[in-house]
């Protein structure tokens, strides 16, 4: 009986590993996007902390110089917070290339996996109509040799 054996093997195995690196690009960006949300999450918490602590020393006894501090520490931690805003959303770009390039490559990977399939189902049609053909000739032989010894 003959094997199937589809051309593009190599092909469809390139695919897949190269559907396994966009996997893994994409996880480690998503590891990366966690990264800046978990920074910018301590960073307001860091800024919340600096306005309590003003509230706190306004309604104290007014020492001027530390209102003053605290009240820079506060619009440093806006501006990181604005800083890190925007690396969150570079970051999110790049998830989304990333999740692009791996739907690019399953895309890819079906379609030669679609035309393996085809042509398996072409193969088994190929295969059984060898065995018809055999079936007849095996049957037309013996037919033949029957009406032969009739004879």
Not at 87 to 93: A, G, P, S, W, Y
Not at 100 to 123: G, H, I, N, P, S
Not at 138 to 150: D, I, N, T
């Amino acid at each position: 009986m003959a094997k199937f054996s589809f051309k593009m093997e190599n092909l469809l195995s390139i695919k897949y590993k190269l559907e396994d690196q966009a996997k893994a690009e994409y996880g480690m960006e998503l590891i990366r996007l966690r990264e800046e949300e978990r920074k910018l999450e301590l960073l307001i918490a860091k800024k919340d902390a600096y306005q309590a602590r003003l509230k706190d020393a306004l309604y104290d006894d007014l020492d001027l110089r530390e209102i003053k501090d605290l009240e820079n520490c506060v619009e440093h931690a806006k501006y990181n917070i604005n800083v890190q805003k925007f690396m969150l959303q570079q970051q999110q770009e790049r998830v989304n290339r990333a999740r692009e390039k791996l739907d690019d490559a399953m895309k890819e990977r079906k379609t030669y996996e679609k035309l393996k399939e085809k042509a398996f189902e072409q193969f088994k049609i190929e295969i059984e109509a060898q065995e018809r053909k055999e079936v007849d000739e095996l049957v037309s032989f013996r037919f033949g040799a029957a009406k032969e010894s009739e004879e």
